[in-house]
């Protein structure tokens, strides 16, 4: 059963890797598997909860913090984090995985309050097949 759900997932060209779940926000991480010497996207997608809502005013930012490029290399210059929308674009090397971390910086709103997240990391998944 797990193989079978493995297969459909992979059939739709993207992996579900896990989603973090807060009162204020949800972040959803995917992978679209890359071949050796082709191109794959990993994504990290932040969903405001009920009530919130992305704060266009705060300046998103990233950075790499860690990452082995044995498996894959990310192509930095093409990587975007724009209102929830984290894609980093990797070119596969050996059919494998490695994590890689991402320190993400951005804010959220309610009718309250705005919170600001500053340099949380989140580890998305290189997946070369």
Same mark, same amino acid.
């Given at each position: 059963?797990?193989?079978?759900?493995? %297969?459909?997932?992979?059939?739709?060209?993207?992996?579900?890797?896990?989603?973090? %779940?807060?009162?204020?926000?949800?972040?959803? %991480?995917?992978?679209?598997?890359?071949?050796?010497?082709?191109?794959?996207?990993?994504?990290?997608?932040?969903?405001?909860?009920?009530?919130?809502?992305?704060?266009?005013?705060?300046?998103?930012?990233?950075?790499?913090?860690?990452?082995?490029?044995?498996?894959?290399?990310?192509?930095?210059?093409?990587? /975007?984090?724009?209102?929830?929308?984290?894609?980093?674009?990797?070119?596969?090397?050996?059919?494998?995985?490695?994590?890689?971390?991402?320190? %993400? /910086?951005? /804010?959220?709103?309610?009718?309250?309050?705005?919170?600001?997240?500053?340099?949380?990391?989140?580890?998305? /998944?290189?997946?070369?097949?």
């Amino acid at each position: 059963m797990i193989k079978l759900i493995l %297969i459909a997932l992979l059939a739709l060209n993207s992996v579900s890797i896990g989603t973090t %779940i807060t009162a204020s926000h949800n972040i959803s %991480i995917t992978t679209t598997p890359a071949s050796v010497k082709k191109t794959g996207m990993a994504r990290a997608i932040i969903t405001p909860a009920e009530g919130y809502k992305w704060n266009k005013d705060f300046p998103t930012s990233f950075e790499f913090m860690h990452y082995e490029s044995t498996v894959a290399d990310p192509l930095k210059k093409k990587a /975007s984090f724009k209102e929830g929308k984290l894609c980093v674009p990797y070119v596969g090397k050996l059919k494998s995985r490695t994590p890689i971390v991402v320190a %993400i /910086s951005y /804010s959220i709103c309610n009718k309250k309050e705005c919170l600001t997240f500053r340099k949380q990391k989140v580890v998305l /998944s290189l997946i070369v097949n």
